[in-house]
């Protein structure tokens, strides 16, 4: 059952890109070739942590087929590079602090003579001792993995909230649990590829399979060491993100571009899965502990909690993924107490970045956890203590924030999956270890609230442009990036129902950094937000417009001017223009039907010594619940059913909408149960899917979307976003239910019955 129920659940599935992918005429950016075209590959050393002595190319550049090796001697501009600390080197000078640096590129005629070119270069290094483990990072006697900083901290947020001595006082129990949780891989289908040249006019070009074409920019402007306007990505469909290609695939691109100004020809580089594998970024491992305080009627009285992100070898964006953790390290839970300490930490692991939940699913993981301990040891049932403590309509969070700016409806999400799973009749059924059993089940859940888009740890907005051609025809352009999730289609449906017209009358606009402003990478669930907010503003820019020239025409005034069914219509319906017409009108009198919206997320604030403030101008309400059975002969854990309610304000596309469900959903099965980049033997790491394991179709079970809509006051469309909130809990509900069967609580991720 769902909560919609007009007839978009019976509408025909559509994407605008559907047919080109379906039939492989889409063409991703290693399917481009140019005249000339040089191939580029990248070399690696078998160091983890050590200086460099030298680099010695002169072997490999008389290769066949070489055409250059390039180093970071040959560097115009900046070496160094990141979005928040500049530490990440294009290619390593100086110092190599984990296994994915790169050295060197060999530059080729084709790409199997430059990979055949690899072992000719030489490094010679002096080996330093490596440091992996977080808490020995933080001791001020460590090794040092970026001496220049003096310490091995990236970041530290807090929390600081009321009065935590009090809290301790007014508890009648006090639980300390530690969790862990693991490093993964976002496991893309496509790999970092990149292909770069310089035009006739000086602009650097850029085409690549990235998430964010302006950070992109940013990229390789620095490494060229040119302005922003001598540099233009333009976006081509990429297969997969999640996440993953923020630094990574800006990195690539600009290593492409450097070899494309040197050797003055058209350049590609794309990674083979193991390259990837072995230099992308991963979801950071969090090591937590925490205390929670009680009373006996099951009101939490404080948390204390410290959380430690292992960001490996370079900052990427772990102060941002760490500071949400910060915020939402609670849970949906009203506590007068907080105490939270979090810190972002170097080691010399492969670094880590942005993944789908962005800091989220390391904390639902524990807190949703720890509630429950805490119902079990006060003789409450999971669901009241949860109904006891949850944030409602007018609540503070643990930031100080009070959500009355839109419906907090975590009662609502709670209680449509419990009726739909039929959750406290199964429950009765658990097994809890009953050794008498020879299978085992169990059924659990797990809820959030999880603030949207960038929040008071960035600038937050986003614009549009929509440019009506003579014959009618539609040209719609955002800021917001395909990632493959269906935006644009998302972008085209929010415009057609503005406007009123057909949704084939729309053509999206693949967007260039140098046609629209920079509208801030396309993650944290916010592309529909807040580029859905640019067209809903860029539109009602465009209709303004329109009806102060078609005013007279329909005896209107311009305000009282409707437009719907491919039609303007008068006030009192009398008189009616056509959508044709209407355009025709507005070329004849020499008016533009073009617009530019931008939309700006409502304020946001952040104290940094206090960790109070409006963290997030609006939030997203979910919960999931799973059923498993547990063989305990073979150790072997089934998934049964999965169902999963978000409150996502307004739905935009039903059929999108569920994809986002359902791929959360196996996501977070596969972060839950599967997933873990760990090393191997010999400091080695997994370097393709049969060293990875991945959840399979075979593996998942049955899964049910609930899509409840409370439209967003402060969001143009209505819409709020979804990508990411349903990828955050099923972790924690699987761990609840793996209680429920064995009786055994696992704290530590991936959930494995031997562990």
């Known amino acids: 059952m769902n909560s919609i129920k007009d007839n978009r659940q019976d509408a025909k599935a559509w994407r605008n890109d559907a047919y080109a992918k379906v039939t492989g005429s889409a063409k991703y950016t290693d399917d481009m070739k140019m005249n000339g075209m040089l191939h580029g590959v990248p070399v690696y050393t078998n160091e983890i942590h050590g200086k460099i002595i030298s680099i010695n190319t002169s072997e490999a550049s008389t ?102 001595s009090k809290g301790e006082k007014d508890s009648d129990l006090i639980i300390e649990q530690d969790f862990e949780t693991s490093r993964i891989e976002h496991s893309y289908l496509e790999p970092e590829t990149a292909l770069c040249w310089l035009r006739s006019d000086g602009v650097m070009e850029v085409y690549g399979s990235m998430q964010h074409p302006f950070s992109t920019r940013r990229f390789v402007a620095s490494t060229l060491g040119v302005s922003l306007s001598e540099v233009e990505v333009r976006s081509v469909p990429m297969g997969g993100g999640f996440g993953g290609k923020d630094d990574l695939a800006a990195i690539n691109c600009a290593r492409a571009a450097l070899v494309a100004k040197i050797t003055g020809r058209p350049v590609k580089i794309t990674y083979d899965r193991e390259w990837s594998f072995r230099e992308s970024y991963k979801r950071h491992p969090y090591k937590m502990q925490y205390r929670m305080g009680l009373k006996k009627n099951g009101k939490i009285s404080f948390v204390e909690c410290r959380l430690i992100a292992d960001g490996g070898a370079y900052c990427s964006v772990t102060p941002w993924v760490t500071w949400r953790s910060t915020v939402q390290c609670c849970g949906p839970y009203f506590v007068p107490h907080v105490k939270c300490d979090t810190y972002g930490v170097y080691t010399n692991n492969i670094f880590c970045g942005a993944m789908r939940g962005f800091g989220s699913p390391q904390v639902c993981f524990s807190s949703e956890q720890l509630i429950e301990i805490a119902a079990e040891r006060l003789g409450i049932s999971e669901i009241e203590m949860r109904r006891i403590n949850m944030l409602r309509q007018g609540s503070e969070t643990i930031t100080g924030q009070r959500l009355d700016t839109h419906k907090v409806s975590l009662e609502e999400v709670l209680d449509r999956v419990i009726a739909e799973i039929d959750y406290h009749k199964k429950r009765k059924k658990c097994s809890f270890g009953n050794k008498n059993q020879k299978e085992w089940y169990g059924i659990g859940l797990a809820m959030s609230y999880r603030g949207m888009s960038l929040g008071a740890e960035g600038i937050d907005f986003n614009s549009a442009i929509i440019n009506i051609q003579n014959d009618g025809s539609v040209l719609l352009e955002t800021a917001v990036h395909e990632n493959g999730q269906g935006a644009e289609t998302t972008m085209m449906r929010i415009l057609a129902e503005e406007l009123g017209i057909d949704i084939k009358r729309i053509r ?72 044709d017409e209407a355009i025709k009108i507005m070329f004849n009198r020499q008016e533009y039907p073009y617009s530019f919206g931008q939309f700006q997320g409502p304020s946001v604030s952040w104290n940094e010594k206090t960790g109070q403030g409006n963290a997030y101008f609006t939030w997203v309400y979910g919960c999931q619940a799973v ?40 996501m977070g099965a596969g972060y839950g149960l599967f997933e873990e980049w760990k090393t191997l033997k010999d400091n080695q790491y997994p370097a393709n899917f049969n060293q990875y394991r991945v959840p399979r179709s075979i593996d998942m079970p049955e899964m049910t979307a609930i ?48 562990s």
């Open 707 to 754: 899509i409840i809509e409370n439209r967003d006051p402060l969001s143009p469309s209505g819409a709020k976003g979804i990508g990411e909130p349903t990828n955050e809990l099923m972790a924690p509900a699987i761990a609840n239910a793996l209680y429920a069967a064995t009786g055994k609580r696992f704290t530590k991720q991936p959930l494995k019955l031997r």
């Open 508 to 579: 999206y606009r693949q967007p260039s950094t140098s046609n629209i402003p920079d509208g801030g990478t396309t993650v944290a669930s916010r592309g529909t937000l807040m580029g859905g907010g640019a067209v809903v503003l860029a539109a009602k820019n465009l209709k303004a417009k329109m009806a102060k020239v078609l005013a007279s025409d329909l005896s209107s005034s311009p305000q009282d001017i409707i437009f719907k069914n491919e039609t303007l219509i008068s006030k009192d319906k009398k008189k009616k223009i056509s959508f």
């Open 63 to 164: 290769k066949s087929g070489v055409v250059a090796v390039i180093t970071a001697d040959d560097i115009p501009g900046e070496i160094k590079y990141g979005q928040i600390i500049r530490d990440y080197p294009i290619l390593v000078k100086d110092k190599i602090c984990s296994t994915g640096d790169v050295v060197a590129v060999i530059i080729a005629k084709t790409r199997e003579q430059a990979k055949a070119a690899v072992p000719f270069v030489k490094v010679r290094t002096k080996k330093l001792p490596p440091v992996f483990d977080p808490e020995k990072a933080l001791d001020p006697k460590s090794v040092l993995v970026h001496e220049e900083f003096g310490n091995n901290i990236v970041n530290h947020h807090c929390i600081r909230r009321g009065d935590l």
């Open 627 to 666: 059923e498993l059975k547990v063989i305990p002969a073979s150790n072997k854990i089934i998934l049964l059913n999965m169902v999963a309610a978000h409150d996502i304000g307004k739905a935009v596309d039903i059929h999108l909408l569920k994809g986002q469900f359902y791929g959360g959903m196996t």
